[in-house]
């Protein structure tokens, strides 16, 4: 007999994607991270490869996301797998149907354009299950630099992770859930800081 799962006390999603390039309209989508918690300790996580009959991708995202489009192939799963996944993945976690997800991410409204695409290609509404409202851990560092908090002039990923002491393990980096587990921590070292 399963266990109910104890509800999440905000509708916050965290999200990474990687992607062949940096349009949603012609680059492909090959993997999404997504990570739940509360409070700072992750409660749940998945990551997801996704198979193109044809891949559209550019060197410099490849060059920074270093996947073997190969070896990604032979990993990945079809579209349709890939949304029932998905749809399982979120019926569980976020129930309420009338109560929108906010997506979290750093940089987040690139992962929400290539979330939207996808859904889009599935025949699929991306709101109201999505809200349109996003919580960008860039825009947060920002208003915290600017309010004398954070005393950083680079707000990259990578000079947050450092500057907060998130280590992120090489191979794990510029990956989808490798980020979004460091989203995640960066997200609450951000709303520690704001207090």
């Known amino acids: 007999m399963a266990l109910p799962i104890e509800p999440l006390k905000r509708p916050y999603l965290f999200v990474d994607a990687e992607m062949g390039g940096l349009d949603p309209a012609r680059h492909s989508l090959l993997s999404i991270g997504l990570v ?59 129930p309420c149907k009338n109560e929108p997800i906010f997506l979290v991410g750093h940089n987040v409204a690139m992962d929400r354009d290539f979330l939207q695409a996808f859904w889009k290609q599935m025949g699929r509404a991306f709101e109201p299950r999505f809200s349109h409202r996003l919580i960008d851990t860039h825009s947060l560092a920002v ?26 393990p090489e191979e794990k980096r510029h990956t989808a859930l490798g980020d979004a587990l460091a989203t995640f921590e960066l997200y609450w070292k951000l709303v520690e800081l704001a207090r």
């Not at 559209?56 to 073997?68: F, Q, T």
């Not at 908090?149 to 992770?161: G, H, I, M, N, R």
């Open 36 to 94: 739940l918690g509360d409070d700072g300790e992750v409660r749940h996580s998945l990551e997801l490869f996704l198979k193109h009959d044809t891949y559209v991708v550019d060197g410099p995202a490849m060059k920074v996301n270093r996947i073997d489009l190969a070896k990604h192939h032979a990993a990945a799963m079809d579209a349709t797998t890939m949304m029932a996944v998905l749809d399982v993945f979120l019926d569980q976690f976020f």
């Open 143 to 168: 208003g915290l630099r600017d309010a004398g908090k954070l005393p950083l002039e680079s707000l990259s990923s990578t000079a947050l992770f450092a500057h907060f002491g998130i280590v992120v």
